[in-house]
């Protein structure tokens, strides 16, 4: 099992950064492909981005040129670094974990480990 903490949410004004960091406790973390999902009230969960084990990443076009994903596998840490933040940005961010040989997976109920989440708000 993995054991996800997410942190680094917060108020940001429109066109500001944040970067979230999302830890493993628990469990081997470089073994998963690791995905960053957001959940805006009243709306369904969607994908954000997701890092394979070599690397390679994959984003929603809603965010792609705009947030980057990166992971340390050294610390059992995956980020998110999201600039040029907008009002629609707002949810709460949740990073979750895959078995290794998908990625690209963008239906939240195909991954086996989650987070707790992390509010991001961002005003106008």
């Known amino acids: 099992q993995v054991q996800l903490l997410e942190s680094g949410g917060g108020l940001v004004q429109a066109g500001g950064s944040l970067r979230l960091s999302c830890a493993a406790l628990?469990?081997?973390?470089?073994?998963?492909?690791m995905g960053w999902f957001r959940q805006a009230p009243g709306k369904e969960r969607d994908f954000v981005a997701d890092?394979?084990?070599?690397?390679?990443?994959t984003y929603a076009d809603s965010v792609k040129d705009r947030f980057t994903i990166s992971r340390d596998n050294a610390k059992n840490t995956l980020y998110l670094q999201m600039n040029s933040l907008k009002p629609d940005d707002t949810a709460v961010y949740y990073c979750?974990?895959?078995?290794?040989?998908?990625?690209?997976?963008?239906?939240?109920?195909?991954?086996?480990?989650w987070g707790p989440g992390t509010q991001v708000t961002v005003s106008s």
């Open positions: 979750a974990a895959i078995r290794p040989d998908l990625y690209g997976v963008r239906t939240p109920t195909a991954y086996d480990y």
């Open positions: 628990r469990g081997t973390f470089s073994s998963y492909t």
């Open positions: 890092i394979r084990r070599s690397g390679g990443t």
